[in-house]
């Protein structure tokens, strides 16, 4: 029996909580998860802890978001 995923979708301008893991390839960028989905932060300051950030981009299956 194969194991079903999660077929949330995140769209484009939605706002979501997201736990910041890691930072990103770029200064002041971040790597979050959300919805069970990695998403990268920019403009992100913090480099830990629950952010709420609002989706900005939303392109095969890469998320771009800033904060919210």
Do not use: F, H
């Not at 919805?35 to 998320?63: A, F, M, P, S």
Request: overall charge positive; charged content about 25%; aromatic content about 4%.
């Amino acid at each position: 029996i194969p194991m079903l995923l999660s077929l949330d979708k995140i769209i484009k301008g939605e706002k979501t909580y997201a736990e910041i893991k890691m930072p990103g390839w770029i200064r002041n960028q971040a790597v979050a998860v959300a919805n069970n989905r990695c998403i990268t932060i920019e403009n992100c300051d913090k480099t830990e802890g629950l952010v709420k950030i609002k989706i900005t981009e939303n392109k095969n299956n890469i998320y771009l978001a800033e904060l919210a």
